[in-house]
């Protein structure tokens, strides 16, 4: 069996050692009759810890420093396993160092425990791609890397800003619904109560079923109220409703917020909406928050269902959410943004922040290749942070990581382009000649549109004659 124990050093082994020893001994259940220590306790301090240890726990034990054979090999094992977990646990504050630092010279709120690093590459405008990779911790995590193909941009076109912006927007599309915008706070006032209800049944909004809870929202960057929902409980099953939107709000699509809001605050297993078949618009709205359709009713909710439609004629239908599985969502969002690239890369960045409603809640920098440059949005100016401090560094690192990751991607796509093309159909063109056209003009579909002058001067006569034949066709 082996333990570790962190330590206050003393002003030398020794007296680190003994004190180590004496506090173990007395809040230790369990004393071993022999205790191996190093030499650097004398024999003086042995005698010493063996009084100490007879009358703190009334138990007899020896103190040796062995010399050799086989209790010389388990104190050298013990050091070995000292060394190494000391090593690891000096590791370990360093790289916490780093992220402070970091957390410090971008004034972020915390230490960005997940950091994602973005890159695009692409040859002269051709199989551009996009990379994704994580750091949890200051390491990388591999599992979480993603490869993007740049699907908006035009063989041939470069405009690095639009691929990185398009792999962004894909990315952080996915953040929306776990990030509420909103503030939840649960309204227990009687007299308040009477008055939501009130308002709800002003809009024609069911109220046949008293509600278990009354919640209001207040969207954080106004600290504006924007709306009300209720909480109903049927037996096990758990319903939102009642959800009205100040008018002025309607057109920020804030009743799919509180929603979110609310399934993000709750503690239930599953949270239930009730909607009419005709509501379109709403489905699609929950669906993109990640509600699911419930094909099979429960039991003890079927009778309320049978009642509301008998009301007014309409079909239903029931989606379900697990608020766990939302709060699951927000735990991806990253607590920090690395771009590689400069000021116009970290712009068309913030501007899908922006757009997304992001901006707000996830951190952005950009890491420039020349000089090492740092930006963050809103400073013109670089941040004064030497290229060779920790922070740095490890920004670097990251930043690497992904051109690395990016440009990997890139040559796949390349290779695979050139095994497999419409090039392939064509007679007597040489694998060579393949290569050499998708080389010469970035894709099978370029050299296809390519005029015969500037085939001539890659194609000889009879494989240029042999194109032109296949291409006519």
């Not at 790289?95 to 695009?120: F, G």
């Not at 078949?277 to 509600?291: N, V």
């Amino acid at each position: 069996r082996s333990d570790n124990f962190s330590l206050r050093n003393g002003e030398n082994n020794s007296e680190t050692l003994f004190a180590f020893l004496r506090d173990h001994i007395l809040l230790s259940s369990d004393i071993p009759e022999l205790f191996l220590v190093p030499d650097c306790l004398s024999e003086s301090d042995c005698a010493l810890l063996e009084s100490y240890t007879e009358e703190a726990s009334g138990k007899k034990a020896s103190f040796r420093v062995p010399q050799r054979g086989n209790k010389k090999e388990i104190l050298e094992l013990a050091h070995e396993n000292a060394s190494r977990n000391a090593t690891l646990s000096r590791a370990a504050f360093e790289k916490d160092e780093t992220l402070i630092r970091l957390q410090n010279a971008l004034h972020l709120p915390t230490p960005p425990e997940r950091i994602e690093c973005y890159d695009i590459s692409h040859l002269s405008g051709t199989h551009a791609v996009g990379s994704r990779v994580v750091f949890l911790d200051g390491k990388p995590a591999k599992s979480e890397y993603r490869k993007y193909k740049i699907r908006n941009l035009p063989s041939g076109q470069i405009d690095d800003f639009k691929a990185m912006a398009e792999v962004l927007g894909r990315r952080l599309k996915r953040l929306e619904r776990g990030v509420p915008l909103l503030k939840v706070e649960e309204v227990t006032d009687t007299e308040k109560q009477k008055e939501i209800q009130g308002q709800i049944q002003k809009q024609g909004l069911p109220t046949d079923y008293a509600p278990e809870s009354y919640f209001s929202f207040t969207e954080i960057t106004t600290e504006k109220v924007v709306g009300y929902a209720q909480l109903r409980r049927f037996g096990k099953v758990v319903e939102a409703g009642g959800v009205l939107v100040f008018p002025e709000f309607r057109e920020k699509g804030m009743g799919t917020e509180i929603l979110k809001a609310l399934v993000f605050h709750s503690s239930e297993k599953n949270i239930r909406a009730v909607i009419k078949t005709d509501q379109l618009r709403w489905k699609i709205s929950l669906k993109a928050l990640g509600f699911i359709e419930e094909k099979m009713v429960p039991k003890i909710f079927a009778s309320v269902l049978a009642q509301r439609q008998e009301k007014d004629g309409k079909e239903r239908i029931i989606m379900k959410i697990s608020p766990d599985d939302l709060r699951k969502a927000a735990k991806k969002i990253p607590d920090l943004l690395v771009i590689d690239g400069g000021k116009g890369q970290l712009s068309a960045v913030v501007s899908v922040l922006r757009t997304m409603n992001l901006f707000r809640k996830i951190r952005v920098c950009a890491l420039a290749k020349r000089n090492e440059e740092i930006f963050v949005p809103d400073s013109g100016d670089p941040l004064p942070i030497p290229k060779d401090a920790p922070e740095s560094k490890l920004l670097q690192h990251i930043r690497d990581e992904a051109h690395r990751f990016a440009v990997s991607f890139n040559r796949q796509q390349r290779k695979a382009s050139e095994t497999t093309s419409i090039l392939d159909e064509i007679p007597d063109l040489g694998s060579a000649t393949r290569k050499k056209l998708l080389e010469t003009f970035g894709s099978a579909s370029a050299a296809l549109n390519a005029s015969e002058e500037e085939l001539s001067k890659v194609l000889s006569p009879s494989a240029l004659k042999s194109f032109l034949t296949f291409r006519e066709k």
